[in-house]
């Protein structure tokens, strides 16, 4: 045979084995490795650890064989897998004894991008092995697609391995989300309550969507969990999505896509928590969303004014109306001050075992004051308030000291407790009204009595832990909004320009 027709037998020998595809290519490329070398055998292997690689495809003696393992600790192949390309024309067995049977060897490595070494492909023969530069120039073209399939392989194995590890958090979050409150945490037997928890009975078993209201602290999510675990759907996900946390694909859980908040949802609830702190872009695409009657029961939690938010251009009025099927308000804890008494016995209950504490009761004068206490923080701050007790408490009477209140007087108390409590009846009366209407009962004014007292208790300090918003349970920058927009500034003499106690009112 010429040359030429040497070369184009080879040629045509590597084109032959790079048409084919998936399993089939691995064992044309073993066969093509060991013609074109005129070799009795050769394999194609893959790396097990550093010590030992398994074939992936064996030719031997003119025919396909089982695959095995081996260590390479004494052959040729050792060298290969730190990425050299070995050719021994002769010598294989008085070099490597243990290593394959025959006198001439010829191995290249199969390597990643980053040259990481993923397997190799070599031949041998018990005669003499020599290989020509046309023989090597075949074997590049075998070897390149060698490593282009070991490079799929790995790649496969990667992609099958992140979804595994996909779906064991997929179900290690719907395991975390599907975790529904205890009914008995819904504590009180007030008119507001009792009626709160009869509205929930009612729409709990439909698919509405509900939009829950209500100041910070009532309890929110609370009545979300009572609604999914009272509906249909109870035995499947309850996520929630928080609004105002914007998570970043590398931080948290998105809203959007495979894995996504709406997706982990599909046939349980989403709580969509704060929703009026949602962008404008997830605003403009949660919408269509909505719109495709995806299989997932919507409920959404504001404790921000979404009809004033729609007026200042911050929240879609599309979205607001898609929204807002069957309302839920809240009552704030100062509406419903009968049930502060089993509020801090359930409380002290829940919190006492894990402080080392043991409580027989209540001190009446405690209840009294706390009765007689606006609540801004609702009920989280009162939970709180008697964790904090718990810790400083030494009898088995539980006594809050008066310290631990905000620094109004018992009459101040009375007056913004009575104020607000008659503004959330008037509220409830006036639920179908307009804004206009709502903001004309007082509502402003109230939240900046309230505010004012809490400033000038502390001194006009806003943060630290003696601060203002700590007290009224915001952050400093929404209290400083909250001032703003209620027009609460602190005046200055004239004279000095020095700061005095008052507020600016005006």
């Not at 005129?38 to 010590?51: F, I, K, P």
């Not at 075949?138 to 070991?150: D, K, N, S």
Request: aromatic share 4%; proline share 5%; with cysteine.
């Amino acid at each position: 045979m010429s040359g030429a027709d040497t070369l184009d037998e080879l040629i045509e020998l590597a084109a032959s084995a790079s048409r084919a595809r998936n399993d089939v290519l691995l064992a044309k490329l073993a066969r093509a490795f060991a013609r074109v070398l005129r070799a009795s055998t050769s394999l194609v292997s893959h790396v097990v650890d550093q010590d030992r690689v398994r074939t992936l495809a064996v030719y031997s003696d003119g025919a396909p064989q089982p695959n095995y393992e081996y260590s390479v600790a004494s052959a040729p192949c050792a060298a290969v897998l730190r990425g050299d390309v070995v050719h021994l024309e002769s010598g294989l067995a008085e070099k490597f004894p243990h290593g394959p049977r025959g006198r001439g060897y010829y191995g290249v490595p199969l390597t990643d991008a980053d040259g990481t070494v993923l397997g190799h492909i070599c031949a041998w023969d018990a005669a003499a092995l020599p290989v020509t530069p046309q023989q090597r120039l075949i074997c590049e073209i075998l070897t390149g697609r060698a490593t282009g399939e070991l490079q799929r392989l790995r790649a496969e194995q990667q992609r099958r391995a992140s979804e595994s590890r996909m779906e064991l958090e997929r179900a290690a979050l719907l395991t975390r989300h599907r975790h529904l409150h205890e009914p008995g945490e819904i504590i009180g037997t007030s008119a507001a309550i009792a009626g709160l928890l009869d509205t929930v009975k009612r729409v709990a078993p439909t698919d509405a969507t509900v939009l829950i209201t209500g100041e910070t602290g009532t309890g929110k999510e609370l009545i979300a969990r009572a609604i999914h675990a009272g509906s249909r759907r109870n035995d499947s996900a309850y996520i929630r999505f928080d609004c105002a946390a914007r998570p970043s694909r590398s931080r948290g859980l998105e809203l959007f896509g495979d894995d996504g908040a709406l997706d982990l949802a599909s046939g349980g609830t989403i709580l969509l928590d704060e929703i009026a702190e949602l962008g404008p872009e997830l605003q403009a695409r949660l919408l269509p969303a909505l719109q495709e009657r995806i299989d997932v029961r919507i409920i959404v939690t504001s404790n921000r004014d979404l009809r004033k938010a729609l007026q200042d251009g911050r929240f879609r009025e599309d979205l607001f109306y898609r929204l807002n099927v069957f309302p839920i308000e809240l009552p704030p804890l100062r509406a419903r001050v009968e049930d502060i008494p089993a509020l801090v016995q359930f409380f002290a209950a829940k919190h006492a075992p894990r402080i080392g504490r043991t409580i027989d009761g209540v001190d009446p004068d405690t209840l009294v004051a706390l009765k007689n206490y606006s609540w801004p923080g609702n009920v989280r701050e009162l939970e709180n308030l008697i964790e904090r007790a718990l810790v400083l408490n030494t009898s088995p009477l539980l006594k809050i000291q008066p310290g631990l209140l905000a620094q109004y007087t018992p009459d101040e108390r009375a007056d913004v407790a009575s104020a607000a409590t008659g503004l959330h009846r008037i509220l409830l009366a006036q639920s179908s009204g307009s804004l206009d209407d709502i903001e004309n009962t007082g509502l402003h004014h109230v939240q900046r009595e309230h505010i004012l007292r809490v400033l000038n208790a502390t001194h006009w300090v806003i943060e630290g832990n003696h601060g203002a918003a700590l007290k009224l349970d915001m952050k400093p920058a929404t209290l400083r909004h909250r001032m703003k927009k209620l027009g609460i500034a602190r005046a200055t003499t004239p004279a000095s320009g020095s700061t005095s106690q008052g507020p600016e009112i005006g």
